[in-house]
């Protein structure tokens, strides 16, 4: 089922804030990652903007697509934007190298290559 340009549109604000997380995590340990404060909050910022991007696309695009964590997602979105005192790094260190390329690898088959 061909997605609908919005949703093109926000499949393609999740994949290339993926990548930007990714491309900034690569060969960072969690202890490196930790004392960067820098480097911490970028990644923050990009999985919120995974989220926001996720919880736009449509019911429909959602369900047609249950290989990606949709509620998961904005979920952690919702933490990111709503509860920044209570963030567990290592669980956002996890996210990002464990999940992050996951999600990756489904939004690439979505979207058509820029």
């Given amino acids: 089922m061909p997605l609908e340009e919005r949703d093109a549109a926000y499949l393609w604000d999740m994949l290339s804030?993926?990548?930007e997380v990714q491309g900034m995590l690569r060969?960072?340990?969690?202890?490196?990652?930790?004392s960067e404060l820098t480097v911490m909050?970028?990644?923050?910022r990009c999985i919120e903007i995974i989220g926001e991007a996720a919880r736009r696309v449509?019911?429909?695009?959602?369900?047609?697509?249950i290989d990606i964590p949709w509620s998961?997602?904005?979920?952690?979105?919702?933490?990111l934007a709503h509860e920044?005192?209570?963030?567990?790094?290592?669980?956002?260190?996890?996210?990002?190298?464990?999940?992050?390329p996951?999600?990756?690898e489904i939004l690439e088959r979505l979207v058509p290559a820029k």
């Fill in 58 to 65: 449509s019911k429909t695009a959602q369900l047609s697509h």
């Fill in 27 to 34: 060969g960072i340990s969690l202890d490196q990652f930790e």
């Fill in 102 to 104: 996951q999600l990756i």
């Fill in 84 to 100: 920044y005192g209570q963030i567990d790094y290592e669980l956002l260190f996890k996210t990002a190298t464990e999940d992050v």
């Fill in 17 to 19: 804030a993926a990548r």
């Fill in 41 to 44: 909050r970028a990644t923050e």
């Fill in 72 to 79: 998961d997602l904005i979920g952690q979105r919702n933490i």
